[in-house]
């Protein structure tokens, strides 16, 4: 078997192959003849559905750049790399029937990604950013019984979210959650803490790392400067990577949040779920200013 998947790859990277079927092999592992040397330059689709992966490795878009579409359906992945957001031309990323508890935020700063199915998991939170960009237009996340919050910037979009909004005691889960009225929703990891509308001032942390992130970025437009000496590591690697964007006025949040829940029954969107489904959509503000203005369906 091991044998036979060599010369696949082989022949594939040879003849400089577009497509990839590694389906039904039973492979616990990334295969290493796709990572050796270069990698595949070529391969735009890569089929791994019904084997037992249970991560992805850190090199992926390395070696393989200009993949295009992914299928990594029935595997045992718990944990997506956050690697993947290097994949700058992946269009389609099939994740469904696997074991994922967390999606890493840069899935949501894939640009080119239209397609998106994390159905079947065990995913309690999406990143704040999923939906920001425009290209994604399709995202099922149908039988995740306890997610129970969508990103505000997936309404309008084609969503797959029956079987989604499972009751759970909240003492059960180390995360944060935020309740309005009879809605508990839990809250991606990264946040530390919550806003409210009666919240006059922004934490001090919350505004320096604002107020660094602005500096860098309108006139430097580089953090290297920055060195761990004079900022921690952790909050030196936060500024790279903020937890979200505000969806009112798209300002990066990198501690606290702001959000506001809208039951999707109580949207026009209602009618497509056909009640099938208890989730809301959440809207994560960066302000009590964006809070009492952002308006769903504006």
């Known amino acids: 078997m091991a044998s036979e998947l060599c010369k696949t790859i082989s022949v594939a990277r040879l003849e400089k192959h577009k497509n990839l079927f590694l389906n039904y092999r039973n492979l616990h592992h ?3 003849e796709l990572l050796k040397d270069e990698g595949l330059q070529y391969l735009e689709r890569l089929y791994m559905k019904r084997n037992s992966l249970t991560t992805l ?5 390395q070696k393989l750049p200009n993949l295009v579409e992914l299928y990594l359906h029935s595997n045992n992945i718990v944990v997506v790399p956050e690697a993947i957001g290097s994949l700058v031309k992946l269009q389609c990323l099939d994740l469904s029937d696997n074991a994922l508890e967390i999606v890493c935020p840069e899935i949501g700063r894939l640009r080119a ?3 998106l199915r994390l159905a079947n998991n065990q995913l309690q939170f999406l990143p704040p950013d999923l939906g920001r960009s425009r290209e994604l237009q399709y995202v099922y996340v149908d039988n995740n019984f306890h997610l129970k919050g969508l990103p505000s910037y997936l309404y309008n979009k084609v969503i797959g979210c029956s ?33 409210t509308e009666s919240d006059r001032v922004l934490p001090l942390q919350e505004l320096a790392m604002r107020s660094l992130h602005h500096t860098c970025h ?5 953090l290297n400067f920055l060195s761990p000496i004079s900022l921690p590591r952790s909050l030196l690697e936060l500024l790279h990577c903020p937890l979200g964007h505000c969806h009112r006025c798209s300002e990066p949040m990198f501690t606290i949040v702001y959000p506001k829940l809208f039951p999707l029954r109580e949207t026009p969107m209602a009618g497509l779920h056909q009640g099938r489904t208890t989730v809301s959509f959440v809207a994560y503000c960066c302000s009590t200013q964006c809070l009492q203005t952002f308006d769903l369906l504006s």
């Not at 490795?57 to 878009?61: G, M």
């Not at 309108?218 to 580089?222: I, K, V």
């Open 218 to 222: 309108s006139s430097l437009n580089d």
């Open 30 to 32: 990334f295969p290493l």
């Open 163 to 195: 079987g989604c909004g499972a009751p759970i005691q909240v003492s059960e889960v180390k995360l944060l959650s935020f309740s309005s009225g009879h809605l508990t929703v839990f809250l991606p990891a990264e946040v530390k803490a919550i806003g």
């Open 57 to 61: 490795p850190e090199n992926l878009a």
């Open 113 to 115: 990604l239209r397609h």
